[in-house]
Protein backbone atom coordinates (compact mmCIF):
# COMPACT_ATOMS: atom_id res chain seq x y z
CA UNK A 1 0.00 0.00 0.00
CA UNK A 2 1.53 3.50 -1.12
CA UNK A 3 0.96 5.48 2.22
CA UNK A 4 3.31 8.49 1.37
CA UNK A 5 0.47 10.54 -0.34
CA UNK A 6 -1.45 10.39 2.92
CA UNK A 7 -1.83 12.90 5.48
CA UNK A 8 -4.52 12.24 7.85
CA UNK A 9 -6.43 8.40 8.73
CA UNK A 10 -9.22 8.80 11.04
CA UNK A 11 -11.32 5.97 12.29
CA UNK A 12 -14.15 4.61 14.80
CA UNK A 13 -14.97 1.34 15.64
CA UNK A 14 -16.58 -1.07 18.06
CA UNK A 15 -13.55 -4.03 18.25
CA UNK A 16 -16.09 -6.26 19.70
CA UNK A 17 -18.26 -6.65 16.24
CA UNK A 18 -17.68 -8.34 13.25
CA UNK A 19 -18.10 -5.68 10.77
CA UNK A 20 -15.18 -3.50 12.04
CA UNK A 21 -12.51 -5.98 11.10
CA UNK A 22 -12.10 -4.24 7.93
CA UNK A 23 -11.08 -0.85 9.91
CA UNK A 24 -8.80 -3.03 11.99
CA UNK A 25 -7.11 -4.74 9.31
CA UNK A 26 -6.36 -1.52 7.73
CA UNK A 27 -4.82 -0.14 10.56
CA UNK A 28 -2.75 -3.10 10.65
CA UNK A 29 -1.44 -2.40 7.04
CA UNK A 30 0.12 0.91 8.07
CA UNK A 31 3.56 1.07 8.23
CA UNK A 32 5.24 1.05 11.81
CA UNK A 33 6.46 4.52 10.99
CA UNK A 34 3.29 6.09 9.85
CA UNK A 35 2.60 8.36 12.81
CA UNK A 36 5.93 10.35 11.99
CA UNK A 37 4.30 10.93 8.32
CA UNK A 38 0.44 10.98 9.25
CA UNK A 39 -1.79 12.12 11.68
CA UNK A 40 -3.81 8.69 12.77
CA UNK A 41 -7.43 9.59 14.69
CA UNK A 42 -8.80 5.88 16.25
CA UNK A 43 -11.94 6.09 18.42
CA UNK A 44 -12.98 2.98 20.10
CA UNK A 45 -16.48 2.61 20.77
CA UNK A 46 -18.05 0.73 23.44
CA UNK A 47 -19.21 -2.52 23.55
CA UNK A 48 -22.88 -1.78 23.77
CA UNK A 49 -22.71 1.22 20.51
CA UNK A 50 -24.25 0.33 17.40
CA UNK A 51 -22.82 2.80 15.61
CA UNK A 52 -21.65 2.64 11.93
CA UNK A 53 -17.45 1.93 11.60
CA UNK A 54 -16.22 4.21 9.77
CA UNK A 55 -12.83 5.50 8.07
CA UNK A 56 -11.81 8.94 6.67
CA UNK A 57 -8.74 9.90 4.98
CA UNK A 58 -6.99 12.56 3.98
CA UNK A 59 -4.21 12.95 1.20
CA UNK A 60 -1.82 15.50 0.47
CA UNK A 61 -3.68 17.26 -2.36
CA UNK A 62 -6.52 18.23 -0.26
CA UNK A 63 -8.90 14.89 -2.10
CA UNK A 64 -10.85 13.44 1.31
CA UNK A 65 -12.24 9.86 1.03
CA UNK A 66 -14.98 8.85 3.01
CA UNK A 67 -14.91 4.62 3.33
CA UNK A 68 -17.88 2.37 4.58
CA UNK A 69 -15.65 -0.75 6.17
CA UNK A 70 -18.84 -2.71 6.85
CA UNK A 71 -19.39 -2.81 3.03
CA UNK A 72 -15.67 -2.99 1.67
CA UNK A 73 -12.84 -5.52 2.43
CA UNK A 74 -9.46 -4.18 3.21
CA UNK A 75 -8.30 -4.81 -0.45
CA UNK A 76 -11.12 -2.51 -1.94
CA UNK A 77 -9.92 -0.09 0.65
CA UNK A 78 -6.36 -0.63 -0.56
CA UNK A 79 -6.81 -0.80 -3.97
CA UNK A 80 -8.40 2.42 -3.62
CA UNK A 81 -5.65 4.05 -1.56
CA UNK A 82 -3.11 2.90 -4.06
CA UNK A 83 -5.49 4.39 -6.91
CA UNK A 84 -5.12 7.70 -5.75
CA UNK A 85 -1.65 7.48 -4.93
CA UNK A 86 -0.26 6.51 -8.15
CA UNK A 87 -2.03 9.31 -9.75
CA UNK A 88 -0.61 11.85 -6.94
CA UNK A 89 2.65 9.88 -7.80
CA UNK A 90 2.33 10.57 -11.37
CA UNK A 91 1.99 13.98 -10.94
CA UNK A 92 4.91 14.52 -8.65
CA UNK A 93 7.11 12.29 -11.06
CA UNK A 94 6.02 14.78 -14.05
CA UNK A 95 6.59 17.68 -12.20
CA UNK A 96 10.05 16.85 -11.07
CA UNK A 97 9.72 16.12 -7.09
Given amino acids: MITRFLTD ?10 GSKTARLFLAFLPADAR ?18 QLQLKFKDGKEMSLDVEKLSVRDI ?11 NREAALSGN
Wanted: aromatic residues 6%; without cysteine.
Fill in 9 to 18: VTTSFNPFLH
Fill in 36 to 53: KTMRINTKLLPRSSREAS
Fill in 78 to 88: IEEVDRHSRVL
